[in-house]
């Protein structure tokens, strides 16, 4: 019982990722309900008898609870920095490729050129 409130001590040193509040997190948010879910499955479990089907309930929800703190956390917040800067990647190529379609081809060109004849010095 102490390990079960001893592990919420390492959720700051196992959330890895960049953003710390939910509200952007869809997957630690999905994550932080089914830990809320195993939590009270376990008290609801905690106050039955002990027998065949209970224990065996209870042994997989505290593995599930237990995970959740050293597996689950940092596993979402390393796949939700990925996709966050995969979102940003595609973003910013698509940004660049607009920039790119708006302006025509010769206005690029004109300034290439232009940049490269002023700086010759004629004499």
Same mark, same amino acid.
């Given at each position: 019982?102490?390990?079960? *409130? ?8 196992? +959330?890895?990722?960049?953003? !710390? ?7 630690? =948010?999905?994550?932080? #309900?089914?830990? *809320?879910? +195993? ?8 106050? =039955? ?5 209970? *224990?065996?309930?209870?042994? #997989? ?28 990647? *595609? ?6 490729? +607009? !920039? ?6 010769? !206005?690029?060109?004109? =300034?290439?050129? !232009? ?6 010095? #004629?004499?």
């Amino acid at each position: 019982m102490f390990s079960s *409130i001893l592990v919420i001590l390492v959720l700051p040193y196992a +959330d890895l990722s960049r953003y !710390k509040g939910l509200q952007f997190r869809p997957l630690g =948010k999905i994550a932080f #309900w089914i830990v *809320i879910a +195993d939590f009270i499955t376990l008290m609801v479990l905690g106050a =039955k008898h002990v027998e065949s089907p209970f *224990i065996e309930l209870g042994q #997989w929800a505290s593995i599930l609870y237990f995970s959740y703190f050293l597996v689950i956390v940092p596993f979402v917040s390393l796949l939700e920095n990925t996709l966050m800067d995969i979102s940003l990647h *595609i973003n910013s190529l698509t940004t660049r490729s +607009d !920039k790119v379609s708006q302006s025509s081809p010769n !206005k690029a060109f004109n =300034k290439i050129t !232009k940049r490269d004849y002023s700086n010759l010095a #004629w004499k």
